[in-house]
C-alpha cells in the first residue's frame, strides 16, 4: 500500500486578496447579465405565446436556445480574438440589444 504525504499549511497566504473592488464588480456584472437573460427567456416565450400561440412560443424559446449554444461555443475563439474585457462589452452590448428588441410588434420580428 502506498502512502501520500500531505502537507496542510495552518496559516493562509496572506499574498493577495479574494475579494477585490475589480472581482466585485465583475461579480455584479455578470450577475446582472445572468438575471437579464434569464428574465428575457421567460419574457419571449410569453411574448411569443400571446402573439401567435404555444408552437410560436416553442419556436422563440429553441431560437433563443440556439443562439445561447452558439455563442457558448463560439465564445473561447472570440475571448482569444478580442480579450477578456472587450468580449464581454461586446456580449452585453448585444443583450441590451436583445432587451431593448424583446417586444415587437410581428411574430416575424421575434423570431
Do not use: N, W
Not at 445572468?34 to 412560443?57: C, E, Q, R, T, V
Not at 452590448?93 to 424583446?102: I, R, S, V
Amino acid at each position: 500500500m502506498a502512502v501520500t504525504a500531505v502537507t496542510i499549511h495552518s496559516d493562509r497566504d496572506a499574498g493577495e486578496p479574494i475579494f477585490t473592488a475589480a472581482t466585485l464588480g465583475m461579480a455584479g456584472v455578470m450577475f446582472s447579465a445572468m438575471s437579464s437573460f434569464y428574465l428575457l427567456l421567460s419574457a419571449i416565450a410569453a411574448h411569443a405565446a400571446s402573439l401567435g400561440g404555444a408552437d410560436a412560443a416553442g419556436h422563440a424559446t429553441g431560437a433563443l436556445m440556439a443562439a445561447t449554444i452558439g455563442g457558448e461555443i463560439a465564445a473561447p475563439r472570440i475571448i482569444a480574438a478580442f480579450g477578456r474585457k472587450m468580449s464581454l462589452v461586446m456580449a452585453l452590448g448585444l443583450l441590451g440589444t436583445a432587451c431593448l428588441l424583446a417586444f415587437p410588434s410581428s411574430l416575424a420580428l421575434l423570431l
